[in-house]
């Protein structure tokens, strides 16, 4: 007799409680293989795609698609026939993800394949054939209409719609083989808001968008309260000539193991925290409240964070320290196209030790920035620019144009004193603004 089985919602991530349902891959009546792709969540670090524990028949789904279900609670059941092979079940600490290769990707959209911590299916989803036994429950005479076809929608987009209260059967698709793309998702939600043309707009017809706080946004909000209203920030700030950073990063750029790799202002950011660390390592530190310990991080796993569709996410370059310019290039990288295509995993963003955060991408010259939970510091780098600035030399003062930044570090008053804080600031400004300081 087929036995079924209950596969319940594991914790993908470092005791995280709970996950939001962002689509399922199958229904009820389907067949599914062993590892083949059933359902995307998103939890509070990531967004990640479960494969089937059984090979079998879906009898039932137990959440529907925008409900938070706890983990440990039944998240489908699965009919398994008795001469099935034995697969145990996801538990609470699943292995490492690993991430599958990427599909071809429209041009308007970037890939949305997601990480499962188990290999993709290849075998489609089927239906069930009826069984042609005595014991086989009775059938309707007439076989219902099958479900509508769901909407063609890659998860980052459905996850958009999600937030905006689009229902996207109601989207009209404009994308490659009729496939909605984000901007679809945003005309329908101006269109449910907008007043009709040649309206009066008032309150009324321009109405109100309510996005849910879920996943990763709802992770974030409660992380940057805590660590505000827990850590005793200190924010010092320094305005800094990178020109000769400026310099160097034409000449790297120029060199043939560098062929092919974007080298920005970040990089060397990030490398001249590096080396200041070295000096200052109280900084690359974390606060044991339970055991009242400060904890010296012997190695560093360098944040950076991304602003992403859904939301800030801060994935760790693990022991930048030790990679050469070539190689924490490559990584940088390839951390930011992780991040925009949504495929960044819960051990992507554990066990950070200090954070980068640059603000000026957005053309923003300075900030005051949150520091990660868990960390002692996080240096934001402000937006490069062309400024007047008086410089000093065996020819006296003159005022030229020269390439400049700001950079703000807030840091943990718990863990360091102004002392260590500002020498770390200025250690990494003195790099910056003569990079041959790297090599005494």
Request: glycine share 8%; aromatic share 4%; charged share 25%.
């Amino acid at each position: 007799m087929p036995t079924a089985k209950d596969f319940l919602l594991p914790d993908v991530g470092e005791g995280l409680t709970e996950a939001d349902i962002v689509g399922w891959s199958v229904r009820p009546g389907d067949v599914v293989e062993v590892n083949q792709i059933i359902v995307e969540i998103e939890t509070a670090k990531a967004v990640v795609e479960l494969p089937s524990p059984y090979a079998g028949v879906v009898t039932a789904v137990h959440a529907q698609e925008g409900e938070t279900l706890e983990v440990g609670r039944p998240l489908i059941t699965i009919e398994v026939a008795d001469d099935e092979p034995a697969v145990a079940p996801a538990t609470a600490t699943p292995p490492d993800p690993v991430t599958p290769t990427a599909a071809v990707e429209a041009p308007e959209e970037q890939t949305a394949l997601l990480v499962g911590y188990g290999p993709r299916g290849s075998r489609p989803t089927r239906r069930r054939p009826p069984r042609a036994t005595a014991t086989a429950p009775e059938r309707p005479a007439t076989s219902p209409a099958p479900p509508a076809p769901r909407p063609a929608a890659k998860p980052p987009v459905r996850k958009l719609a999600k937030d905006l209260g689009v229902d996207l059967a109601t989207v009209t698709p404009t994308g490659p083989g009729g496939v909605i793309s984000r901007e679809d998702v945003r005309r329908a939600a101006r269109d449910d808001v907008e007043p009709p043309a040649g309206a009066e707009a008032d309150g009324r017809t321009r109405g109100e968008t309510r996005i849910p706080i879920r996943g990763l946004r709802k992770h974030t909000a409660a992380a940057m309260v805590t660590s505000a209203f827990t850590a005793p920030h200190v924010t010092e700030f320094i305005t800094v000539d990178i020109t000769e950073t400026m310099r160097l990063r034409e000449v790297i750029a120029a060199r043939r193991e560098f062929r092919g790799v974007r080298i920005s202002p970040m990089l060397f950011m990030a490398k001249a925290l590096m080396l200041a660390l070295r000096r200052t390592p109280q900084l690359n530190a974390g606060w044991d409240e339970q055991a009242q310990e400060i904890v010296l991080k012997h190695y560093v796993h360098l944040g950076i964070a991304a602003a992403t569709e859904r939301g800030l996410v801060v994935p760790n370059i693990k022991d930048a320290d030790l990679l050469s310019l070539r190689d924490l290039a490559g990584a940088i990288a390839s951390l930011a196209t992780t991040a925009r295509e949504g495929r960044t995993t819960p051990q992507d963003m554990a066990g950070g030790t200090i954070t980068l955060t640059n603000v000026g991408v957005f053309g923003v010259d300075t900030g005051t920035p949150i520091i990660n939970p868990g960390e002692a510091a996080i240096l934001a780098v402000g937006a490069v620019r062309r400024m007047p600035w008086v410089v000093e030399d065996h020819a006296g003062e003159r005022v030229e144009p020269r390439w400049t930044t700001q950079l703000a570090l807030s840091f943990d008053h718990r863990i360091a004193d102004g002392q260590q804080g500002s020498q770390l600031l200025a250690d990494i400004a003195a790099v910056l603004r003569e990079p041959g300081l790297a090599l005494l």
